[in-house]
Nanobody, 113 residues
Framework: AQLVESGGGLVQPGGSLRLSCKAS????????MRWYRQVPGKERGLVAR????????DYADSVKGRFTVSRDNAKNTVYLQMNNLNPEDTAVYYC???????WGQGTQVTVSS
């Protein structure tokens, strides 16, 4: 089983990015999925979660109204659309399958002018 994130990069404040997490080696549609982020010296924090078929989502207060989590079970992929980014969103972003847990390798997001 494996999770591979992509889509990170450098963006200016107010900009947008969409992260993707491609799953393989397990039945993706059977599992809730989560996005976390981590900055150096701090614990990894939960950003968003989504239920197996996307009917239920939840967000950290700091990203509500700006980030949207979604999934495409046919593509075994979970997404994190991030809008109106600010420097405090700078972090390594990880997707996670809570069962296990199974983690991806992370993708760096840097918000800077």
């Amino acid at each position: 089983a494996q999770l591979v994130e992509s889509g990170g990069g450098l963006v200016q404040p107010g900009g947008s990015l969409r992260l993707s997490c491609k799953a393989s080696g397990f039945t993706f549609s059977n599992y809730d999925m989560r996005w976390y982020r981590q900055v150096p010296g701090k614990e990894r924090g939960l950003v968003a979660r989504i239920s197996t078929y996307g009917g239920s989502t939840d967000y950290a207060d700091s990203v509500k109204g700006r980030f949207t989590v979604s999934r495409d079970n046919a593509k075994n992929t979970v997404y994190l659309q991030m809008n109106n980014l600010n420097p405090e969103d700078t972090a390594v972003y990880y997707c996670q399958r809570p069962a296990g847990p199974l983690w991806g390798q992370g993708t760096q997001v840097t918000v800077s002018s």
